[in-house]
Nanobody, 124 residues
């Protein structure tokens, strides 16, 4: 079993930066890929980014590529999402998730464990 808890959300203005953290517990943490998803008001949850357990393979959605950076430290059981040049359309609840294998995937149904989410609001 894996438990995940996000932190670092808040309200910022367009162009600002924000850094989200996800603390994980459970003996299998270091052998699972981790990802970030988000859900805006009135919209379905969408993929943001994912990282292999080794950190060697990373994928980003086109909407955040070049602005967001994912990283992890397995010794600290933590994954981060650095968000730069934030836009109003980035406003959403952001979720940390753990996949069912070591390799990253963009498919939501390949993630078994989910955090409760943290709110990010970007004003123009």
């Amino acid at each position: 079993q894996v438990q995940l808890v996000e932190s670092g959300g808040g309200s910022v203005q367009a162009g600002d930066s924000l850094r989200l953290s996800c603390a994980a517990s459970g003996r299998a943490f270091n052998r699972l890929a981790l990802g970030w998803f988000r859900q805006a008001p009135g919209k379905e949850r969408e993929f943001v980014t994912t990282i292999a357990w080794s950190g060697a393979i990373i994928y980003y959605s086109d909407s955040v590529k070049g602005r967001f950076t994912i990283s992890r430290d397995n010794a600290k059981n933590t994954v981060w999402l650095q968000m730069n040049s934030l836009k109003p359309e980035d406003t959403a609840v952001y979720y940390c998730a753990a996949a069912t294998s070591e390799m990253p995937t963009t498919r939501e149904n390949q993630y078994e464990y989910w955090g409760p989410g943290t709110q990010v609001t970007v004003s123009s």
